[in-house]
């Protein structure tokens, strides 16, 4: 029998400030901290799969990268996303795409922790 991977089942960004990430996902996105997170991570209570932010991996040098996950496509769902990008936009997050519609619903795509581009869909 031959192995394979189910899909992807934990998605965790690597970010050199943990805590002011972390302070942006709560404070902009209103993600909720999960009740216990691992040394040197946050992990949220996002479905339906959990997300983190975390310390870089062993050989992992941010300062060497023009932008933390370029050629990553993040994609997180929303009840609403033009509501989410008038807040993020007022509250001066950078947005690199304007709101649109898309198969997937409405869609923009803004800055997130440490300059990853994040799109949120839906609503």
Known sequence: MTATLDGPDFIALQVRD?????????????????????????????EPIPFAVREPLPGVELDDVA??????????????????HDQLADAGVPIVAPPQDSPFGRTFTFI??????ITAHGG
């Open 67 to 84: 932008r933390p996950g370029l050629g990553v496509a993040l994609w997180f769902r929303t009840t609403d996303a033009q509501a989410l």
């Open 112 to 117: 997130g922790p440490e300059g990853y581009a």
């Open 18 to 46: 943990v805590e002011a990430a972390a302070a942006f996902c709560e404070k902009h996105l209103g993600l909720r901290r999960a009740p216990a997170s691992p040394p040197g991570a946050v992990v949220f209570t996002t």
